[in-house]
């Protein structure tokens, strides 16, 4: 996989952990301001994903996008704010890991 394209989907999981992040305190506190941080975070993150598209193209972009943030807000969920997953769920996280692993496999042949 092309370094560049890590790098920019780093950043893209980083503006959008930290977009989910803050929704999730906007749920506690109910301020508006909080609100409106979550949707900018959430707009450099889209604009970030443009890019991305353009490295590894839609699929691979969009469907490394959603596994990276599935993995990680779950992480987030836990640690911050004492959120279970059900074992099931669980499950499904790890499916997401390793459809991730092939996703981002290199590529052989001509298929």
Same mark, same amino acid.
């Given at each position: =996989?092309? !370094? @560049?394209?890590?790098?920019?989907?780093?950043?893209? =999981?980083? @503006?959008? /952990?930290?977009? *989910? @992040?803050?929704?999730?305190? &906007? $749920?506690?506190?109910? +301020?508006?301001? $909080?609100?409106?941080?979550?949707? %900018? /975070? &959430?707009c450099v993150g889209n604009l970030m994903m443009v +890019? #991305?598209?353009?490295?590894?193209?839609?699929?691979?972009?969009i469907s490394a996008s959603a596994v990276a943030q599935?993995?990680?807000?779950? $992480?987030?969920?836990? #640690?911050?704010?004492?959120?279970?997953?059900? @074992?099931?769920?669980?499950?499904?996280? %790890? /499916?997401?890991? $390793?459809?991730? *692993?092939?996703?981002?496999? !290199? *590529? +052989?042949?001509g298929v």
């Amino acid at each position: =996989m092309n !370094p @560049t394209f890590l790098l920019w989907l780093g950043a893209a =999981m980083a @503006t959008f /952990l930290g977009a *989910a @992040t803050v929704s999730r305190a &906007y $749920v506690d506190n109910g +301020k508006l301001w $909080v609100l409106a941080a979550s949707l %900018a /975070l &959430y707009c450099v993150g889209n604009l970030m994903m443009v +890019k #991305l598209m353009r490295e590894g193209g839609l699929g691979l972009a969009i469907s490394a996008s959603a596994v990276a943030q599935l993995v990680l807000i779950n $992480v987030i969920a836990f #640690l911050l704010f004492g959120e279970r997953l059900s @074992t099931i769920q669980m499950a499904g996280v %790890a /499916l997401g890991v $390793v459809s991730m *692993a092939l996703m981002l496999f !290199p *590529a +052989k042949g001509g298929v």
